[in-house]
């Protein structure tokens, strides 16, 4: 059974950090492209960033770029979002995706970026 379960997620005020997480359980990791998404109320939900299997591509939504990272640990099952210099725009919920025959969905974790 396929299973993301983020977590990190909170209050933060702007300016601030916060490292979300992913766990993946279900299929070999490793091959598998991690995403993550956010969705604000009344907005459709928005890429933020992706990587590859190894690791060796990454790309960015235009709007965190400079200020998100994305990383993995393939012996953890976990995919990472390191999110500096928060905006108030940034609130969302934050979701983590994996594309194996079909999309997986974790929960999402509650970011708010307020001060």
């Known amino acids: 059974q396929v299973q993301l379960v983020e977590s990190g997620g909170g209050l933060v005020q702007p300016g601030g950090s916060l490292r979300l997480s992913c766990v993946v359980s279900?299929?070999?990791?490793?091959?598998?492209?991690m995403y993550w998404y956010r969705q604000s109320p009344g907005k459709e939900r928005e890429f933020v960033a992706f990587?590859?299997?190894?690791?060796?591509?990454?790309n960015y939504g235009d709007s965190v770029k400079g200020r998100f990272s994305i990383s993995r640990d393939n012996a953890k099952n976990t995919v990472y979002l390191q999110m500096n210099s928060l905006k108030p725009e940034d609130t969302a919920v934050y979701y983590c995706?994996?594309?194996?025959?079909?999309?997986?969905w974790g929960q999402g974790t509650q970011v708010t970026v307020s001060s």
């Open positions: 279900g299929f070999t990791f490793s091959n598998i492209p």
């Open positions: 995706k994996a594309i194996w025959v079909k999309d997986y």
């Open positions: 990587i590859t299997g190894n690791g060796g591509s990454i």
